[in-house]
């Protein structure tokens, strides 16, 4: 008779890989370290027993309390010593035989275990992520002024966790519209579904953040802030959720991981109602400082395109999570730099992508081009201190960048970034080119929404730092008005609270080549 729940499978844990077999209430396992086998007896969630390890002749008592679906467990070790003996499981058990595809604190009813998420939006369209909660059918529903607009049905799979994106389409600018999703399991509250300000809008608010941690408080007030801002949209740009050991391991432990933060009180309220696009930094690529040699990119990149909904992600030629996002006067460019990035041949963006960005921006009309970074782009000092960056990473990627900017004439660039966990505002005056002035280099950095301060300041170790904050949460909002004349753009760097920490304002003519 098998366990009542799906005990039997692989996990990684503190002592190496754990092979655990039940059969009713009795289950075995052998695991990696010094050639160790458990037996033990399951009652409810919780299995009791014993550890022998020929390796070193030792042996002793363990517990295990597993979570739903035996998705991992939280344990302990006694005998010549004590101390924690936790795991993650490898695969998702089979539907028939309990598995559960949802993370922690997933929805506990309704027809979704996660979300809604409102992904990238245009200004006749929207794509909304949701993870159901079985494999029934699930509709998005589209209204407005009480009228059902559209209605899509979905079929969500096992293999792709329930995760679904509905992409929404032909809907009329300027109309207020509200979106619901049914199934079986009922039905979520309606929601107000924003789309794109039009191209030839003269102002919008972006807001941008990373290093995305604590997840397990309830409440993250800084989320509330962005929330009042008001944004067209919030571009999460690395970092968005953790992968520790565990979580690197394999595709499963890597969703676990990515609907921890999604599943945040807090977060989920926000992306319900703000359009949200995302890019990945190192930690949720895989492990820390990762790049293109991590042998677990593919099942990451997999995870990721699951757990967001980007329109699009690189292109037909060209793998990755880059993209770029119109949003009124302002085009947003979502740079990858984890997929090409190679340590040792100092790239970051690597070729296509960098060819891709460039000819990109040249063909955008938008006045305002953000390039949004995970890595850090005009830091100096990072260099010096062996942080990230494209200075000390990809110093031919960032002169050729600047370089083509500059011979093509693009107006409008300002760059944002995150990932140290802490905000500077950094300024790289235009350069000489032979008798004209190149345009003036803007770059805000903001981090950590939701992790600890890095708590040192490099003010006096950055030729272009012009401001920084160090000590405290914070996140960023692009600004953008055509008519505020000599301020068309406004850099803004928030607290937790929503209180200005810095600011910039820039004239957008100053952001082009000038004689």
């Known amino acids: 008779m098998d366990s009542p729940l799906p005990i039997t499978g692989s996990y990684v844990t503190t002592f190496g890989t754990l092979r655990l077999e039940a059969r009713g209430d009795k289950v075995t396992g052998k695991y990696t370290h010094e050639d160790g086998s458990v037996t033990g007896t399951l009652t409810g969630n919780t299995i009791?027993?014993?550890?022998?390890?020929?390796?070193?002749?030792?042996?002793?008592?363990?517990?295990?309390?597993?979570?739903?679906?035996?998705?991992?467990?939280?344990?302990?070790?006694?005998?010549?010593?004590?101390?924690?003996?936790?795991?993650?499981?490898?695969?998702?058990?089979?539907a028939d035989r309990g598995g559960f595809p949802g993370g922690w604190n997933s929805l506990a009813e309704g027809p979704l275990l996660a979300g809604p998420m409102i992904g990238e939006v245009s200004t006749q369209s929207a794509y909304i992520w949701t993870q159901a909660r079985c494999t029934s059918p699930v509709t998005l529903v589209v209204a407005t002024e009480g009228s059902e607009v559209r209605r899509i049905v979905k079929t969500p799979t096992w293999n792709e966790w329930l995760c679904q994106v509905f992409h929404v389409e032909d809907l009329r600018p300027g109309v207020p519209y509200t979106y619901w999703l049914e199934s079986t399991h009922g039905k979520t509250p309606a929601r107000p579904l924003p789309l794109a300000p039009a191209p030839d809008a003269r102002a919008v608010r972006i807001a941008f953040g990373s290093c995305l941690c604590f997840y397990h408080h309830p409440e993250l007030p800084i989320l509330d802030a962005i929330e009042r801002d008001a944004p067209a949209c919030l571009a999460m740009i690395g970092d968005n959720t953790y992968y520790y050991q565990f979580d690197w391991q394999s595709e499963h432990t890597m969703m676990l991981a990515q609907l921890r933060a999604r599943n945040n009180p807090s977060f989920r309220r926000l992306v319900s109602a703000l359009p949200t696009v995302g890019?990945?930094?190192?930690?949720?690529?895989?492990?820390?400082?990762?790049?293109?040699?991590?042998?677990?990119?593919?099942?990451?990149?997999?995870?990721?395109?699951?757990?967001?909904?980007?329109?699009r992600?690189?292109?037909?030629?060209?793998?990755?999570?880059?993209?770029?996002?119109?949003?009124?006067?302002?085009?947003?460019?979502?740079?990858?730099?984890?997929?090409?990035?190679n340590q040792p041949a100092h790239t970051l963006l690597g070729e296509a992508q960098l060819v891709?960005?460039?000819?990109?921006?040249?063909?955008?009309?938008?006045?305002?081009?953000?390039?949004?970074s995970p890595t850090q782009v005009l830091a100096d000092a990072a260099v010096a201190k062996g942080w990230e960056c494209f200075?000390?990473?990809?110093?031919?990627?960032?002169?050729?960048?600047?370089?083509?900017?500059?011979?093509?004439?693009?107006?409008?660039?300002?760059?944002?970034?995150?990932?140290?966990?802490?905000?500077?505002?950094?300024?790289?005056?235009?350069?000489?080119?032979?008798?004209?002035?190149?345009?003036?280099?803007?770059?805000?950095?903001?981090?950590?929404?939701?992790?600890?301060?890095?708590?040192?300041?490099?003010?006096g170790k950055d030729r272009y730092l012009v401001a920084e904050v160090v000590d405290r949460n914070n996140y960023g909002l692009i600004d953008i008005d055509l008519d505020r004349k000599g301020k068309e753009v406004l850099l803004v760097c928030k607290d937790e609270q929503g209180r200005v920490l810095f600011d910039q304002p820039i004239a957008l003519p100053t952001l082009a080549v000038r004689r």
């Open 391 to 459: 200075r000390r990473d990809a110093p031919q990627e960032l002169e050729g960048l600047l370089g083509e900017i500059e011979a093509r004439d693009i107006r409008g660039v300002v760059f944002v970034s995150g990932d140290l966990h802490m905000a500077n505002l950094f300024h790289q005056e235009g350069r000489d080119l032979h008798g004209r002035r190149g345009p003036e280099w803007w770059e805000l950095t903001t981090s950590p929404l939701a992790n600890d301060p890095w708590m040192e300041a490099i003010a």
């Open 356 to 372: 891709w960005l460039v000819e990109s921006l040249e063909r955008s009309t938008a006045p305002v081009k953000i390039i949004a």
């Open 279 to 311: 890019v990945w930094d190192d930690h949720d690529f895989g492990p820390n400082d990762a790049d293109n040699r991590f042998s677990g990119k593919d099942m990451a990149l997999r995870t990721f395109r699951r757990s967001w909904a980007n329109a």
């Open 313 to 341: 992600w690189g292109t037909n030629a060209t793998a990755g999570v880059f993209s770029s996002v119109r949003m009124g006067p302002a085009e947003l460019f979502l740079l990858d730099s984890r997929w090409y990035r």
């Open 48 to 94: 009791r027993g014993t550890w022998v390890q020929k390796g070193n002749a030792s042996e002793g008592t363990f517990v295990f309390e597993f979570d739903r679906g035996a998705n991992g467990f939280r344990g302990t070790w006694e005998g010549g010593g004590n101390g924690p003996w936790n795991g993650v499981r490898l695969e998702l058990a089979p």
